[in-house]
């Protein structure tokens, strides 16, 4: 079965720098997205993506976060400079068509560690 | 209130138990209803989608309520593999992209 990949599986990085995480969707797939998930606490959405422009945000993707899909396979969250309150778990998801019915299919998720 | 409500837990159960998760949602827009389960520090996975007749898989029956806002799972003969953190999530209309998720109900199925 086609998977979402992501990488790197965990990233540690000292507060201020820029990170950037890195998922490719799932081949057929056209609306790309990212949660993340503090530790202890629920996942949270922060981004859908759809046709090389963001669809949908939520009050936690500041100007400090962007998403990019440069070439056709991979699709990234860049961090430009990271606080301690950033560190959780980051999943990407992909999806075929933008049904409220099409129930996502996470990757395996980057470990962000901010010190 | 919480947008998605569960109790956070632990359930321990002896295996082959039935054990049952219930959960509301504060929004009566909301379209589509799923359960997740995820492993300790793993990505959550789709468990079920939740259909308003109700739906079963295999040992996993789920329920909706619509007129109480409320969703339940219900797992027969635990294993010991069903351990795991099981997230309610919801779907708003016009929202097709953005997942709500509860805290997740955890289960722990014992010897």
């Known amino acids: 079965e086609p998977e979402v990949t992501q990488t790197p599986s965990h990233q540690v990085t000292q507060m201020g720098q820029e990170v950037i995480l890195r998922c490719v969707p799932i081949s057929n797939h056209l609306y790309f997205y990212w949660y993340r998930q503090i530790l202890g606490q629920k996942v949270e959405f922060l981004v859908s993506?759809?046709?090389?422009?963001?669809?949908?945000k939520s009050e936690i993707f500041d100007d400090q976060f962007s998403v990019e899909r440069p070439d056709g396979s991979n699709f990234t969250l860049k961090i430009r400079s990271t606080k301690l309150e950033d560190s959780a778990m980051y999943f990407c998801?992909?999806?075929?068509?933008?049904?409220?019915?099409?129930?996502?299919?996470f990757g395996n998720g980057t470990r962000l560690t901010v010190t | 209130r919480k947008e998605v409500e569960q109790d956070p837990g632990p359930f321990n159960v002896p295996e082959g138990a039935t054990v049952a998760f219930n959960c509301t949602y504060s929004n009566s827009a909301s379209q589509s209803f799923f359960w997740y389960r995820q492993d300790c520090r793993k990505e959550p996975k789709l468990l079920m989608s939740v259909y308003s007749s109700g739906n079963e898989d295999g040992r996993f029956t789920a329920q909706l309520n619509r007129a109480s806002q409320y969703i339940s799972l219900l797992i027969r003969d635990s294993k010991l593999s069903d351990s795991a953190t099981y997230l309610c999530?919801?779907?708003?209309?016009?929202?097709?992209?953005?997942?709500?998720f509860g805290t997740g109900t955890r289960l722990q199925v014992t010897l």
């Open positions: 998801a992909s999806t075929p068509k933008n049904s409220y019915n099409s129930p996502l299919h």
């Open positions: 999530v919801v779907n708003r209309a016009g929202t097709a992209s953005k997942l709500t």
């Open positions: 993506f759809y046709n090389n422009e963001i669809s949908e």
